[in-house]
């Protein structure tokens, strides 16, 4: 079981990036996907998620009306859309899969698979 992600980079902060994590469709059709990230030094900490029905997304308070969680099913594949950066967005961002209580209550343990991490960095 693999999750894969990509898309990160560097962008001046207000810019944008979109995050893609592709994914078994065993792991898509029954588990809630979501987004963590971890800066240096730093806890890794809970983005956003999204049920399989890919609607009623959800997301921290950090991140709310900035960044925007999706998943598309004929493509096996979860988005994280991320508008008006921060520098203190800056972190490895990873993909996860869990079941939905475990991902709505975003603690990082709970998670059942995660990808390799795409590194993000915004620059004042």
């Known amino acids: 079981v693999q999750l894969q992600a990509s898309g990160g980079g560097e962008v001046q902060a207000g810019g944008s990036l979109r995050l893609s994590c592709t994914h078994s469709?065993?792991?898509?059709?029954?588990?809630?996907m979501g987004w963590f990230r971890q800066a240096p030094g730093k806890e890794r900490e809970f983005v956003a998620g999204?049920?399989?029905?890919?609607?009623?997304?959800y997301y921290a308070d950090s991140v709310k009306d900035r960044f925007t969680i999706s998943r598309d099913h004929a493509k096996n594949t979860v988005y994280l859309q991320m508008n008006s950066l921060k520098p203190e967005d800056s972190a490895t961002y990873y993909c996860?899969?869990?079941?939905?209580?475990?991902?709505?209550?975003?603690?990082?343990?709970?998670?059942?698979?995660w990808g390799k991490g795409t590194l993000v960095t915004v620059s004042s």
């Open positions: 996860a899969s869990a079941l939905e209580p475990y991902m709505k209550a975003g603690d990082s343990r709970g998670m059942d698979y």
């Open positions: 469709e065993q792991i898509f059709s029954s588990e809630a």
């Open positions: 999204v049920g399989w029905s890919g609607s009623d997304p």
